[in-house]
């Protein structure tokens, strides 16, 4: 999600200071400038957010197990956003966050999320709640599962999310322009849009 989120905001003329844990992972270039760093060492985020416009948070992980990453990261983020005066925050939860619970399509509901993702989910559950107490103009953006192949029809955006609405696929470049669109438009601040394709 994150290269093709910097790939994308490159395109669109943008410069990106990109965190990683593991350098080789994104190409350094003259619009992007890497930085190798745990992203929830609030020192290294403090020395790299000085002088951007923005933060986007969008972070992952491979195991099934419980996990404080999401909840630590934010923490450290979010204080070393106040350090430097940054103040516009766009963080990716996802599909099982919150009120978005139940409503991914049935495979993602009945197989995945209890399965698969449920651990991190309730990290994400205090991730955003953290977002939300904060003074900063954020927006929490929470995509269907992720799928390869692009759905059929509009893509939705839900801030209301009605019973029996489910959302069951987005591909990556989709959930990547729409946060450039939020960011670019000044779009979505202190709300959850929850987006996809039925």
Partial sequence: MGSCLVEQAVARGHRVTAQTRTV??????AAVHVVAGSP???AFLRRHLAGHDAAVLCIGIGGIGTTTLFSDTTGALIAAMRENGVTRLVAITGIGAGDTR?????FYNHVIFPL???NRYADKDRQEAMIQQSD???TIVRP????????TGLLQ???DIPPGLQLRSIQRSEVAAFILDILE???FIRQKPFIGHC
Avoid: M
Wanted: proline share 3%; net charge neutral; no cysteine.
């Fill in 185 to 187: 438009g000044g779009k």
């Fill in 157 to 159: 955006v839900v801030t």
């Fill in 144 to 151: 269907a599962p992720f799928a390869a192949r692009a759905g």
């Fill in 136 to 138: 900063l103009d954020w």
């Fill in 116 to 118: 698969f993702t449920r």
């Fill in 102 to 106: 139940g409503h991914g399509g049935w």
């Fill in 24 to 29: 080789a992972r994104i190409r350094e270039t």
């Fill in 40 to 42: 929830d060492d609030e």
